[in-house]
Each structure stands twice: as C-alpha cells, then as structure tokens.
C-alpha cells in the first residue's frame, strides 16, 4: 500500500522516490528481500544552484514559507546544528528539542547546551528512560519502521513531545554515508556495496522516519538535507566532499562553510553507548525471535554528479 494515501504529513518533496517490492512509497516489510528496497533521486542534474550554506538556508526559508510553521528543531550535532543557525540568522520562528537517553555522555548535552546559549535560544530536554524504551518505545517504533538503529527506533520519543502545532525538523538525509567510524558496529553497506559502484548508497533508514510520521498523522520535514534538488546538487558537487565508495564523507564541505559550529564532526547521538546498543537489539531480538527481520537494506542511486 502507498503510506501517501491517507494524504501526507510528512513533507516529502516530489524528487525522492522508492518502492518497496514493486509497490511505490510502501512500508519495509518484516522479511523483505535482498535489494527489494529501490530509491531514488528524481533531480534535473542541470538546474542551478548555490554553494551549499545558500541551499540550506534556502531551504530552511522555504520549510516556513510553505508551513507558517514554528519550526521544532531536533537538535543532536553537526547536521540539526546547521539548520538551528540559518532559522535563527534568517529570523524564522523556531524552537530547539534534544533527547537525553538514560545513560548519555554528558558532554553531548553540553554541546547542545552551548549552541542554545550561544543561539539565544530555550532548549527543551525530553527525558528517554531505560523502562519507557525497553518496555514499550523500541517496539512500538519498530513495527512501523521495521530498524534496529537505535537512533531511529529511539527518536520517536522526542516527536511525541512536540506539540502538534509545531513542525517537526530533522537534520537527517545528509548524503554523507557508510562512514560508521566510532559506532559499535560495523557499517551495513560493507559487503554490499564495493569502491567501483558509483552513485549515493541509501539504506531503508532514509524512509524510517516517513513511515513513522504517516503512521502517527504528524507534520514534519524528517530528511532535511535532502529536502531539495538544489541542496543535494550542491552538496554533491561540491569540490571538498570525499567519494569512496561506499563512504561518502562531507567533513570537509562542513568546516568550510560553517566554520562556527559547536559539533565539528559528525556525530552519533548513540557513541559508545555499547552496553545500550546491544541491550535494545537484545531486547528487539527477543519480541521478533518469530520473525525474520532487516537491519538495512541499501539501495544504489545513479550519481548527482554534473561531470558525468
């Protein structure tokens, strides 16, 4: 079934396309089969753009300009940082929202802490603990979104939080992938993709959160960073970012044109949080020991590459 047919909550632009087998803008499937999943980016590769500071804020201009929305920025590092800074430079109305896991490493609360400040902002702490996301959270998330990412089954916490007149933001869709350096495991692109296959990987996290927010009925942009041609063109061709497939990495792009942020890499709300990494998947394992069931299952886009 399309998930759009009920109408659409989620904000998704007419450039991202995907299928699930064979079914346009379908739900993942519990046992859904190797490379059943197809997305793809629907972009004129000659339409122009800016450099990537100018598509974002661009972008963000446009998210309030179709919603007349205060925008309900779920901030968590680099990417969210970026989009906190162009609503607040622009004047936009926004406000900013950070879920704080039983267990977190403070200094993450400190940086989000010190963008606020500096923002001049209220930040809203939402409280993720251990009970709530073991016994109901995690499961409850995982049967729309079928992931076993504990960002993704996790964030749902911070969603329900935000009042409904308010819209929902995340720094998510960043064409930077694969580069799982400093997380407890390996990235699941290794052994499907290989450094002579060309184009942007994308794993069913990339429809995760729409599938959660056409479940729920709520407004959002959940993918930010893909949410325009422009900014995905801009982004892709810009002289700084690192190919390597199956790695994609836009550090370099990051520092360049924003120079001020708190959070300088990308970061992983769930770094080193180990012991809580695998208490979930245990615990996701136990509940769907009945059923076969996908981490990530990649798709390979065509290239945004205006050399080709």
């Known amino acids: 079934m399309n998930i ?12 991202i396309w995907w299928s699930v087998e064979g079914v346009d803008y379908a739900p993942i499937q519990p046992s859904l089969s190797q490379f059943a999943y197809k997305f793809n980016y629907n972009i004129d590769k000659n339409i122009s753009f800016g450099n990537p500071r100018q598509e974002v804020d661009r972008a963000v201009a446009k998210l309030y300009a179709d919603t ?28 900013l929202y950070f879920l704080r896991f039983w267990g977190m490493e403070e200094s993450q609360v400190t940086n989000v802490k010190t963008v606020a400040k500096e923002l001049n902002q209220d930040l809203t702490l939402v409280e ?16 729309v979104m079928v992931q076993y990412a504990a960002s993704y089954l996790c964030m749902p916490a911070i969603f329900e939080q935000i009042p409904e007149d308010e ?11 694969g580069d799982f350096t400093g997380l407890p495991y390996k990235s699941p692109l ?14 069913t996290s990339e429809i995760a959160y729409r599938l959660w927010a056409q479940k729920n009925r709520r407004h959002g942009q959940f993918y930010f960073w893909s949410s325009t041609p422009e900014l995905l063109l801009s982004m892709y061709n810009d002289p700084d970012i690192d190919i390597q497939m199956p790695v994609i990495r836009t550090n370099k792009v990051f520092t360049r044109y924003w120079p001020e942020l708190t959070f300088k890499e990308k970061s992983f709300t769930w770094t080193n949080q180990i012991e809580n990494h695998t208490e979930i ?19 390979l886009i065509p290239e945004l590459s205006l050399k080709i």
Do not use: M
Request: aromatic share 8%.
């Open 167 to 177: 819209l929902i933001v995340v720094g998510n869709g960043d064409i930077a992938q």
């Open 190 to 203: 290794l052994g499907f993709l290989h450094p002579s296959d060309r184009g942007i990987p994308i794993l």
């Open 128 to 143: 993720l603990t251990r009970e709530y996301c073991l016994d109901e959270l995690i499961q409850k998330s995982f049967e």
């Open 4 to 15: 759009y047919s009920i109408g659409k909550f989620d904000i998704i632009p007419d450039h």
């Open 281 to 299: 998947r245990t615990r996701l394992w136990q509940l769907n020991k009945h059923r076969h069931s996908v981490f990530a299952t990649p798709a």
């Open 68 to 95: 007349n929305k205060t925008l309900a920025i779920c901030l968590s590092g680099r990417d969210s940082e970026v989009i906190a800074r162009s609503a607040a430079q622009q004047s936009i109305p926004y406000k």
